[in-house]
């Protein structure tokens, strides 16, 4: 850890306080703005396209309750970053259309230097950037952030014990335009630049740096680690109160191409208006985007059908049924698999730990996972298959050849065969028994003690038919090995606080933890599949898991530039079973009306590129 608040290090950089500053007014009204996306088109290269007009649009499962854009553990999803960073930029943006690329057009920065064996990164912010009061966005945005995170980083979902930013040893602000980070060590410039960089989101510090909305921003509150404590504090305070979004001068105060003018609280409806004072590349071609959310699937299929949404998605259920008709309707239908990934997390530090922590009772719960029979009926064709932590795309040059096949198939004979070759026999209803405790080979294993079942509980969201009907299938089969999952069907929010690693979340009585659609989305702060925040010592998403070779491994993906250590740590959490994959769904079947341009193709990690669309 290093002094991000300056001293003793050389932060050369001008005070702000003699820059202008332009107040601006309230929301922009709609004015003489056509409401143009009713109606339909054939989309033909004759169509001429428009500026302004309101698109309605709506995100599967669109939960958007947190603004600051700091990630905390229960908002840490691409539909919050997708909110957040068209509002608040980040340095580097992540995703270049359906490339899983930094976008070096939409990035702050210039492209960084390296120097010192890698240890040194010169960046350069690009120059006329502003904030919508008129204020230049230098490096003491930078400077701001980086006090708030490292005061804060352990409340952080995005943080990593060693990682960003414990591997940053000093910072020199040269200039307004200019800094220098100092590593601890030589490491990969590919992955610092597309999962370090990509973690720092300039912050208006001019208006932020305060303790309290009735107090004036002092460019010194965050000054010391008590002081960006209770900066961090006040914000977080401020982003739980979901009634005053649209109004609080906090966030009226935003660099990125849209600012957010309405909000309902009740129902997670999101209005983004165009920034008028936008200097960045891509432009707003449209005026407002109306971000719809609705309590059910059937809800919002309704509202396709009344032509309520020019943006919309189809669950998987309804996707045979309703692709040709909408089809038919001036629509086009396209499902939109991004750079995700989707397992099952294990739980390695609560009730059921020493049964995860045996490999071979991952490998058999993975045999009983049928992938390839969940894609072609439940996700009818809709989907990839999961073999391990790196997203199986087709032409991505990030999956190892060894990813790309199955090693451990569907089977429940390898699976029971797992199971009696290590100590358990078939008890009471068909259910297994550990009759050989201990850890020899032949074993059960450490802390399994003798004549205990083998019992595990899935926690799982309980809003998709999609996910339920994997679920069942699984514990079906998992049955006739003789392994007794108990479900346990929770909404969202409440898998996400019963989840976690245990014993800081209770009850922490789950074994098994499913979200639908996928796990883990690269591309907020993880760009480059190396996995450090996902199954490095200290993580959230792994349920604990905890491996020193698993460490190494990674850390030589931090390190060493090339593609094969990133293929030796893949391949070990493959084959490891580190999670129990299961197929990686499209996040949504999108549904979108003809008359809408610019959408093609989705974005590689999931987030719209709504400044791109436009009108006919």
Known sequence: ??????????????????????????????????????????????????????????????????????????????????????????????????????????????????????????????????????????????????????????????????????????????????????????????????????????????????????????SNAAATPAGAKAVFAFLSKESGSLSTYSTDPLWKVVDGAWTLTNYDPTTSRVVLTANPHYDGPDKPRIHQVVIQSYASDTAEVDALRNGQLDYGFLPYSDYEGLKGYFASKGYTVSPWIPSFVQWGELNYTGPYGALNKQLYIRQALQHLINEQLYINTVLHGVGVPTYGPVPNTPGSPYVSSQEKTDPDPYSLTAARTLLTSHGWRAGANGIMVCSHPGTLASDCGAGITKDQPLTMSLLYVDSSPTLAAQVQAFTTTAQKAGIDITLNPQSETSVYSLGGVCPASAPCDWGIKLFPNWLWNYGDTDVLPTGGQAFATGNYWAGGYSSQEADTLITATHTQSGLSHLYAYENYISRQVVALWFPTWATQISVVKDSLHGWQPQQAFGFPEWSNWYLN
């Open 1 to 218: 850890m290093f002094d991000f608040w300056g001293v003793p290090l050389a932060m050369r950089i001008r005070n702000r306080r003699g820059f202008s500053k332009l107040l601006i007014g309230g929301a922009l009204g709609l004015g003489s703005l056509a409401l143009a996306a009713c109606g339909s088109s054939s989309g033909s290269s004759a169509a001429t396209p428009i500026t302004g007009g309101v698109v309605t649009y709506a995100y599967a499962a669109n939960n958007f309750k947190w603004i600051l854009p700091l990630p905390n553990e229960v908002s840490w999803t691409q539909y919050q970053q997708a909110v957040e960073y068209s509002l608040w930029n980040p340095l580097y943006a992540a995703g270049d259309g359906a490339k899983p690329v930094v976008n070096e057009q939409l990035s702050l920065a210039y492209p960084p230097t390296f120097s010192q064996n890698n240890s040194v990164v010169t960046i350069r912010l690009k120059p006329g950037r502003k904030w919508s009061d008129g204020t230049p966005v230098t490096t003491n945005d930078i400077k701001f952030f980086f006090q708030i995170y490292d005061a804060n980083k352990t409340d952080v979902a995005s943080y990593v014990p060693g990682d960003f930013p414990d591997n940053i040893s000093s910072i020199d602000y040269v200039s307004p335009t200019e800094f220098v980070i100092h590593l601890t060590g030589s490491y990969s410039q590919q992955w610092v630049l597309d999962n370090e960089l990509t973690s720092i989101i300039p912050l208006p510090q001019q208006e932020w740096d305060r303790t309290s909305l009735s107090s004036s921003p002092d």
